[in-house]
């Protein structure tokens, strides 16, 4: 009979919801963990492996899987996918609720096979095994306890969000969700660890009444979340100090973010649409000149919220960079979604790309300021880099992570203080954000952010206690 090993290592299966501002941070996290001794075994579906050999693939560069890299490193990183249940040329953007439907329904028999198939090809005497996956894969409990595997969650949202969301009972209680007949603005204040918050600052889906699969998503995850040994969030105590401490308090949570910077060493590809290099541009251009206006990877809008947007760009004369999607208007061909000429009357001052390696772009000293949607990946990079935001919540957790932005940290402005966004006020936002007013506050944010991950800083701790916690819990 084999030897029990002195040494049992960590062996964790990562396992993220197949969606890019989901995928990164998780990336990281792996990344992190290796370098701490873990094995990992990241799991991305088919469909979002083949975009990844689709983009970073070339002649030269024969792409195996995102971590050949890190491999090379010396780091002990395995790769595997799961097919997302749909083949590989099914629209997922056109038929986004009926993907998320089957995601959140029949996923869990597509990772059940692949996961018994790893546990049966792997040591047990010499690996405990951990399942780390996102907050919203809510069959994390069942494949955790069916594998007999450490149950890892990992949040890729502020602990706000976190902290609403599993309280939404007592939002229900006392009538804030659904949201009432006569919508009016009120201030919730009852709930642990969270200041007075107003009802617009609410995710999205609890201003909503009717019930869609976002909502599912939601109320299954926080109907899983107490069966999860540890609860991993992408934030910062010093940002969140009264909710990571209340939440301290109720569940195994340890703040450890933002992931996204603690494996910069090894830089990974992560980009599922080819990018633009936008370095040699910004070069040409002075320091702090620049915006950079980007709404993340999901949000769709109007061809009109578009062209409202355009023309404030023209009318403040500034620098910028956009990330135009293909995807990103709903109400018009891919082709046309910016007003017909902009790009020949912005010339040489704007750069309009499909996709660009944002954190390069953000810590580019041309970069004055960020338009953005406040996703919560985007808010935290240009937090770790210094760069004041102009705010455009579209959903999600967005319009509330826009409330930490500009009302808490004071680190940005919104876009439009009315309910339309128009030409002249987003002229004059930009030229207000432009002009340095917030440069000192960042740059102390930015700090903050960068002490909190190094040597004796409060996610570091953190992080350092979840592995002596996970030990002593594998041992
Ligand atoms: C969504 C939610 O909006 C977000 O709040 C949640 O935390 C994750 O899921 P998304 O809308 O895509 O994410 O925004 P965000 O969280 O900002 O993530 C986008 C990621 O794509 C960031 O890491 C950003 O650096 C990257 N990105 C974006 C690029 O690398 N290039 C681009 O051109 C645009």
Redesign the pocket.
Known sequence: MAEKPELIRPHAIVIPLP????I?PLVDLAINLASRGFTITFVNTHFVHHLLSKTHSDANDHHTDMFSEARQSGLDIRYATVSDGFPLDYDRDRNVFEFWEYLLEQFIFHVDELVGNLVKSCDLLAYRLLLITDTFNSWHAKIAKKYNMVDVSFW??PALVFALEYHLELLRKNGHYPPPEEKKEDAITYVPGVDPIGTKDLMSFLQEKEITVVHRFVFQAYEQIGNADFILLNTVQELEPKTVQALNQILPTYAIGPV?FSARDIKISK?LVQ?TECTEWLQSKPPASVLYV?F????QTTKQVIEEIAHGLLLADINFIW?VRKNMVTDSDAADVLPSGFEQTVKEKGLIVP?????AVLSHPGIGAFLT?C????VL?SMWHGVPMICYPFL???PT?RKLVVDDWKIGINLCDGEAVARHEVAGKIKMLMCGQFGEVSKKVSTLLRNSLGDGGSSCMYLEQFMEDMRAKIL
């Open positions: 969606f890019q501002g989901h990164n890729t949202e996204n980009a990018q980007s993340g990877s999901l949000v990330v996709w660009c390696d944002q954190e949607h996703g919560w990946n985007s990079e999600y957790d967005q992570n």
